[in-house]
C-alpha cells in the first residue's frame, strides 16, 4: 500500500467526515482508529484517515499521539500529511492545534504550513482570517458554546498565535483568488519571515480547490474537511468509479439503534423529531455521573424494544443545563462518566445483536469506537454532509455513523437507518 494522501484526524466524528470528502472526491478510502497495527490489511486505498481522540486531552499526549499516526502514514508512502481538525477550530490557549502543527511541520522539514477550517458546504468560511459560520463570527454563533472548548474569538491568527511556537500569517482572500502559484509566493515569503502557520481565507469550494493545489507543495497541512476537498480533487484521477459503491452491495441486517451524547441545538433537535419514528429514552445524566444504575435500567428498556424495530437512547441536555451539570461535577468528570456510560450501553446493545449502530457527539462516538474494540472502517455513501455510512473493515460486520453534533438535518437519525441496510 502506497499511500497518495495521509491524514491525522483529532476525533473520531471528524474523521469520519473527512472520508467521507475524500471518498465523494474520488479517493479510495479507509478511516483507522487509532494507530493501526502494521499487519492491518486496508487493501487498495489511496488515503487513510488515522482518527485519534487527542483533541480535548493534554498538549503533551495529543503531540505524542499526532507524531506516531503520522510517522505511521510516512511509513506507507504517504508524500503529504493533513492534520485534520474541526471547522469550528475549538481548541484553547493551551492546545492542541498549535502544539500538534508545531510538532508534524517539524518532523516533516517544513518551514511553514497552510490552515483553514473553511468549509463552504456547512456553512464555515474564513475572510480576512476571521471564522465565520454562515453570516455569524463565530463567536457570536451558537457553535461558540462548544461545551469543553468555547470559542469566543473569531480571529483564527490571533487565536492559533496563542498556541503556537512560532508566528502566525494570513493567506488573504485576495491572494488566493489569485491562484495557486500566489498562494505558494505568499507562503514562501512568510516562511522567509520566520512564519510558521499562514491561516488562509476560503470563502467558495474553488478557493478550497486554489488552496489543495498550493498546500500540496508542502509535506504538511492543517485543516478542517474542506482542505481536504482541494486536496484530494487535486489528487484524485478523473473518471474513477464511485469508491463508496461497495460499502452497502452486501447487507449486515441485525438490529438497529441509536445514541446521543451531543448537547448541541442540532441534536437536541434531532432527538425530538426521533420520537415520531421510534422508541426514545432521555437518560438522566445526574443519576449517570452520580453511580446510579442508569446504565442497566437502559439496557433493560432496550431490551424490551430494540427487537421490534430501531431505538434512540440519549444523554443530551439544553446547554444551561449541561453549565449546570459541570458546576456540580467538573467539566472533565461530568463528560468522562457520561461517554463512559454510553460507551457501555453501545456494548450491550452489540452484544443483543445491534450491527447498525448511528452515534451523535465527537466524544461520544470516540467513547463507543473505542470501548467496541473497532479497528477500521471502510467509507461508503454520505447519509448528511460530512457523515457517511461507515463498514466495519475486519470482525463481525457493522454500519455505523459516527455524527459530530451539529451535522445533520432534523431528520438524521431516520435518515441514517434508512440507508443502513
Known sequence: MTLALGCVADDYTGASDLANTLTK?????????GIPDDDLALGDVEAVVVALKSRSIEPERAVALSRAADAWLRGRGAPHVMFKICSTFDSTDQGNIGPVLDALRTDAGEAIAVVTPAFPETGRSVYQ??????AAPLHESPLKDHPLNPMRDSNLVRVLARQSAAPVGLVDVATVARGADAVRAR???????????????????????????????????????????GLARALAAPGEADPAADV?????????????????????????AAESRMPVLRLDPERLIGGADGVGEAVAWAGARVGQGPILIASSADPEAVRALQARHGVAAAGHAIEVALARLAAALVERGVRRLVVAGGETSGAVVD???LKAFRVGPEIAAGVPVLRT???????????????????????ALDLMR
Open 393 to 415: 473493515a475486519s470482525g463481525v460486520p457493522m454500519l455505523l455513523a459516527l455524527k459530530s453534533g451539529n451535522f445533520g438535518g432534523r431528520d438524521f437519525f431516520a435518515r
Open 187 to 229: 507562503l514562501d515569503a512568510l516562511a522567509a519571515e520566520g512564519v510558521g502557520a499562514a491561516v488562509a481565507d476560503a470563502i467558495l469550494d474553488a478557493d478550497l480547490e486554489i488552496l489543495g493545489r498550493a498546500a500540496l507543495a508542502h509535506r504538511v497541512s492543517c485543516g478542517a474537511s474542506g482542505l481536504g476537498l
Open 129 to 134: 482570517g476571521h471564522l465565520f459560520v454562515g
Open 25 to 33: 472526491a474520488g479517493l479510495r478510502t479507509a478511516q483507522t482508529i
Open 371 to 373: 470501548h467496541l474494540g
Open 248 to 272: 452497502l452491495a452486501e447487507p449486515v441486517g441485525g438490529l438497529s439503534a441509536c445514541l446521543a451524547g451531543s448537547c448541541s441545538r442540532a441534536t437536541l433537535e434531532q432527538i425530538a
